[in-house]
Structures are given as structure tokens and as C-alpha cells.
């Protein structure tokens, strides 16, 4: 890769995005909008003295979630426009070179997606007194990571996508099922044993796992950082598969 091309390329796709100020929006208000929501939900629930609420639960868990899949469609379906617009084309007929468009691209969307976990971490602790054990700090990191990672398969998906319809159409198929089996509506030891095995694969329960591990322990765990280094690595294999499958000319 060329540090150069792909320094420029961030810098192109930041611009581009700037001048959108409706995926702005989505990026940055969608998530925290949506958390609020999960908060009103439970706001009316009896607890017994000292009972932790359910927002503080879920609401971890959805800091996760929410943008994973606002990341995921932002970029699969930007990414698709490239190509349905002739952008992608002209781009190789330059120098650069598939790995330095995908990572540019990854590290663009990359920041937003640190934007907008601060901004949704934020709210959640600020506005709605989020109490888990573990550091706020690890929080974010965990909701960036994520994020990254919705942004690595939304890349990577794109490949495979000839319409923005199309790539919509992946969010039944490579969302939805991460979301029902990473651990929120049943814990992934009272799963069957198919199920379980099938949520080993999904990128999704190990960001669940590491926020899990974080609101348990006041104090990192081996287990946490396990969890973030396999989502590290799940998050530049998809980057250099999606290099390898992105295709040269516009469909």
C-alpha cells in the first residue's frame, strides 16, 4: 500500500461525506436517537431496592449494536454508488491500488464510526446515568471497534451487491442472525449446541462477550482483551478480502 494514495483517499471520501449531510445525520444522530428510545422503553419498569435496571443491560449491549448496523449500511451502500457511478472504474485506472481504495475507505469511515460511538457512549452515560462496573473508557473502545467492524463488512459485502437494493438485502442474512444469537435475548450457554456453534463464527458475540466482560469486572480481564484482539483480526481480514473481491469495473 501507499501511505500517500491512501491518506488521499481518506481525505476524498471525508470530503464526499461532509457535503451528505443526511448520512452525517444517520452516522451521528440515528444511534443515540435509537438508544434513547431502548431507554424510554424501560423507564417505567419496578425494581426491587438495589435490582440493577434492564437499561443498564441492554443499553450496553445495544451501544454495540446500533453502530454496527448504521455503519454497515452507510458503507456498503456508499461503496456500491462508487461503483454504479463510474467512480470506482475511473479510480483504477490510476496507480492505486484495490488494498489502498478499501483501506482508505475503512479509515474515512473508521473515524466517523469513532464520532459517532463517542457521541451514542456519551448520551448513554451523560443523559441516561449508564452503571455498569467496568470503565466508561473500554466502553467506547469496544462501540468504536464495532463500529469499525460494521464498516469492514458493509466493504466487504458491497462486493456482492449490483444495486443499492441489493445491499440492503444483506442486512437479513448478515445482520439480523448476529444480532439474535450474539447473546442479548438468550444468554449463548442456554443455546443449542447448532446455534452456539454458528454464533462461535459471527464477529457480533464477540463485541457482546467484551462488554459483557467489562460491565462484570471493575478491572480489564483476560477474557475482554481476547475478545478484542478477535475482533481486530476479524476486522482486517474482511478489509483484505474485500480488497481482493472488489471489483475493477462498474456493473
Not at 491518506?7 to 452525517?24: G, K, N
Not at 469492514?152 to 442486512?171: I, K, N, W, Y
Not at 477474557?223 to 481486530?232: I, K, L, R, V
Request: net charge negative; hydrophobic share 55%.
Amino acid at each position: 500500500m501507499n501511505p500517500r494514495i491512501l491518506a488521499a483517499t481518506a481525505a476524498r471520501v471525508l470530503t464526499q461525506l461532509r457535503r451528505d449531510h443526511r448520512s452525517i445525520a444517520m452516522i451521528l444522530v440515528v444511534p443515540a436517537g435509537l438508544l434513547s428510545v431502548v431507554y424510554w422503553l424501560f423507564e417505567n419498569e419496578t425494581l426491587p431496592p438495589g435490582a440493577p435496571r434492564t437499561f443498564d443491560r441492554v443499553g450496553l449491549i445495544m451501544l454495540a449494536i446500533f453502530p454496527f448496523v448504521v455503519m454497515f449500511l452507510i458503507t456498503s451502500i456508499t461503496m456500491l454508488r462508487e461503483r454504479t457511478s463510474g467512480t470506482l472504474e475511473r479510480l483504477m485506472t490510476t496507480p492505486i491500488h484495490q488494498a489502498d481504495l478499501l483501506f482508505g475507505y475503512g479509515i474515512a469511515f473508521s473515524l466517523m464510526a469513532a464520532l459517532q460511538s463517542g457521541v451514542a457512549t456519551g448520551v448513554a452515560y451523560w443523559v441516561f446515568d449508564l452503571d455498569i462496573d467496568g470503565n466508561a473508557g473500554l466502553v467506547v473502545a469496544v462501540a468504536v471497534l464495532n463500529a469499525v467492524l460494521g464498516v469492514a463488512l458493509g466493504l466487504f459485502c458491497s462486493a456482492f451487491a449490483r444495486t443499492e437494493f441489493q445491499a440492503v438485502q444483506f442486512m437479513p442474512v448478515v445482520v439480523v442472525p448476529q444480532i439474535l444469537l450474539c447473546g442479548l435475548f438468550v444468554a449463548r450457554d442456554r443455546m443449542n449446541d447448532v446455534f452456539q456453534a454458528v454464533s462461535d463464527w459471527m464477529p457480533l458475540t464477540y463485541s457482546v462477550e467484551a462488554l459483557q466482560e467489562i460491565a462484570a469486572n471493575s478491572e480489564p480481564t483476560g477474557a475482554m482483551w481476547q475478545d478484542f484482539a478477535t475482533m481486530g483480526a476479524i476486522v482486517l481480514g474482511l478489509l483484505v478480502l474485500a480488497s481482493f473481491t472488489l471489483p475493477r469495473k462498474s456493473s
